[in-house]
């Protein structure tokens, strides 16, 4: 065994590293297929090595995702396993468990350095970063699968053996074939100890169900067998599993102000119907779950997705999701049910609240029919800002008549953000929607985002504000009262570092039911 691991760098022999991952903050915007024949797009997965390219196979007739990576010859390749054996012969693992990425690579770099020293190989600088790719990919991260588990985009991986290509769902594309194949069972069976290990369980013959958890909160589960009838072991991997954003740890991150949340409290607490717009990626059902932790805790709420991605703690909380158990390897999924049909189904339920997780077809207008006769509604759409919606909701295929978009009361625009150099997410603007017809509509704007200083502008007008009023009888003096308080409640929060999703909600739920109790708490009265 070399000794390399004692060979310490000084200080001033630290040397410049080579590979270096140049994540981008934003998010790409995707194209929709309009032509599904000569549809071509290219994005990076980890930049500037990786990246998808999905595109229509026609001798296969079907929409592909292929994992493009650095090419290397065949010599290039031996030297990558004779580095990565060694490696593997040195390497702690433990030490590959780090959180900091930056550590690892450095690490790794450094001891690739000196075995390419010891070993008297000679390769370009061009080589040893493309090498270096896959010497991350492999020890860092989850080898093959790695520029996949990088993509926002991905929901699902699912491989069904060796020898058969792995299939992925795709937020956008939905269904496809993916270029990644393990080629015999050995490579499938390390692949799937690896996955154990990663998230700290153990499989073997005796034990060949993984069910786990990554340390990126993925879930994943796994066969490990070797029966000989079987295309051998199988894994699929599930992402999107995090703890959903809280209001305050919106405050933290500057994404809303307090009173901004305590408006929208009010507006949740009275019924009103509510819509997130934005770009892909904005952080549209983050806030939109966000906002759902203010609804009323005895409430009835029904939840209608086509991926689960809502999280809340509601006793009487029923989330459905329209596409049921992927078949992903038969192609098709089974038994499918759509948000339209499950929608029309909800209703039978009696539901306080409805949250429809994204609004893109026909279900619209039974959700805003829903709303329009007292069935509040919370939901998200595809749309930069208000004109874009109301004219994606007046035109094919959602088709809404006018009076119908006027049951929505306010529609919060979020967006990404640049603020200084940091890539942000930030509520752009509140408006309230007064007026709907035919050729025109007229707007409130009761709270702006100035981009220049970073600061919420918040107007006192609010004519949602008002028609609460109106409609429940309580005076404006009432509800500015509400707004001051929930305003300094929200803060005091944020202040004592009261992050956590069921913390958070246990004070909100605690105001609904004996508000002094907690304002005491909190020296707020
Ligand atoms: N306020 C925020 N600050 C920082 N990051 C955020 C914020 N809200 C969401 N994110 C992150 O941004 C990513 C996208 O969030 P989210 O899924 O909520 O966006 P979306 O607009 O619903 O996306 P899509 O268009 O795909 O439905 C997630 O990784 C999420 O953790
Ligand atoms: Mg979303």
């Known amino acids: 065994m070399l000794d390399i691991f004692k060979k310490k760098p000084k200080i001033e022999e630290k040397e410049k590293l080579l590979f270096k991952i140049n994540p981008?903050?934003?998010?790409?915007?995707?194209?929709?297929?309009?032509?599904?024949?000569?549809?071509?797009?290219?994005?990076?997965?980890?930049?500037?090595?990786?990246?998808?390219?999905?595109?229509?196979?026609?001798?296969?007739?079907?929409?592909?995702?292929f994992v493009e990576e650095p090419k290397l010859d065949d010599s290039d390749k031996r030297t990558l396993n004779i580095l990565e054996d060694s490696l593997k012969e040195l390497i702690d693992i433990s030490f590959i468990n780090i959180k900091e990425e930056d550590v690892?690579?450095?690490?790794?770099?450094?001891?690739?350095?000196?075995?390419?020293?010891?070993?008297?190989?000679?390769?370009?600088?061009?080589?040893?970063?493309?090498?270096?790719?896959?010497?991350?990919?492999?020890?860092?991260?989850?080898?093959?699968?790695?520029?996949?588990?990088?993509?926002?985009?991905?929901?699902?991986?699912?491989?069904?053996?060796?020898?058969?290509?792995?299939?992925?769902?795709?937020?956008?594309?939905?269904?496809?074939?993916?270029?990644?194949?393990f080629s015999d069972n050995k490579k499938l069976a390390g692949f799937v100890e690896k996955l154990a290990q990663k998230s700290g369980k153990y499989v073997s013959y005796a034990n060949p169900i993984l069910d786990g958890i990554l340390p990126d909160s993925s879930r994943v589960n796994a066969t490990y067998t070797q029966d000989i009838s079987s295309r051998g072991p199988t894994f699929s991997i599930r992402k999107f599993t995090k703890e959903p954003w809280t209001p305050i740890k919106l405050i933290d991150s500057?994404?809303?102000?307090?009173?901004?949340?305590?408006?929208?409290?009010?507006?949740?607490?009275?019924?009103?119907?509510?819509m997130v717009i934005g770009a892909t990626a904005s952080g549209k059902t983050s806030f939109l779950n966000a906002i759902s932790f203010f609804i009323p805790p005895q409430a009835r709420i029904v939840s209608i997705e086509d991926t689960r991605e809502l999280q809340l703690i509601h006793e009487n909380w029923l989330p459905s999701v329209a596409r049921e158990g992927v078949g992903l390897a038969s192609g098709k999924p089974h038994g499918e049910i759509t948000i339209f049909e499950l929608l029309r189904e909800s209703f039978r339920q009696?539901?306080?609240?409805?949250?429809?997780g994204e609004v893109r077809g026909q279900e619209a207008f039974v959700l805003f029919?829903?709303?329009?006769?007292?069935?509040?509604?919370?939901?998200?759409?595809?749309?930069?800002?208000?004109?874009?919606?109301?004219?994606?909701l007046e035109t094919p295929p959602i088709n809404l008549p006018p009076s119908l978009v006027q049951s929505l009361d306010i529609v919060c625009v979020m967006s990404q953000a640049k603020v200084g150099k940091k890539m942000t997410r930030r509520l752009r603007e509140i408006s309230e929607i007064i007026d709907v017809n035919a050729t025109n509509f007229r707007i409130n704007t009761p709270f702006l985002w100035d981009p220049?200083?970073?600061?919420?502008?918040?107007?006192?007008?609010?004519?949602?504000?008002?028609?609460?009023?109106?409609?429940?009888?309580?005076?404006?003096?009432?509800?500015?009262?509400?707004?001051?308080?929930?305003?300094?409640?929200?803060?005091?929060?944020?202040?004592?570092?009261?992050?956590?999703?069921?913390?958070?909600?246990?004070?909100?739920?605690?105001?609904?039911?004996?508000p002094e109790q907690i304002l005491k708490k909190f020296n707020i009265i």
């Open 104 to 181: 690892v690579i450095e690490y790794l770099e450094k001891n690739i350095k000196i075995l390419l020293n010891e070993f008297g190989m000679r390769i370009t600088e061009d080589t040893l970063q493309r090498i270096m790719y896959y010497i991350y990919r492999d020890f860092v991260g989850l080898n093959e699968i790695e520029p996949i588990m990088k993509d926002y985009f991905i929901e699902d991986i699912e491989c069904n053996g060796s020898q058969t290509p792995v299939y992925l769902v795709h937020r956008k594309y939905r269904n496809m074939r993916t270029n990644i194949v």
């Open 369 to 392: 029919q829903a709303a329009a006769s007292g069935h509040p509604m919370l939901s998200t759409m595809h749309a930069e800002d208000v004109a874009t919606m109301i004219r994606r």
């Open 24 to 65: 981008s903050e934003n998010i790409t915007q995707l194209p929709d297929v309009t032509d599904r024949e000569s549809f071509d797009v290219r994005y990076p997965l980890i930049p500037p090595y990786s990246y998808a390219h999905i595109f229509w196979d026609k001798p296969n007739n079907e929409m592909v995702y």
């Open 452 to 514: 220049r200083q970073d600061k919420f502008y918040f107007k006192t007008n609010s004519t949602i504000l008002d028609r609460i009023s109106v409609k429940h009888g309580i005076s404006r003096e009432q509800l500015n009262n509400e707004f001051r308080i929930r305003t300094k409640l929200l803060w005091a929060m944020y202040q004592n570092k009261i992050f956590g999703f069921k913390e958070v909600q246990d004070i909100i739920n605690i105001y609904y039911k004996a």
């Open 350 to 356: 009696r539901p306080d609240y409805v949250i429809v």
């Open 254 to 274: 500057r994404t809303v102000s307090p009173e901004i949340l305590a408006y929208l409290w009010l507006l949740v607490e009275y019924e009103n119907n509510l």
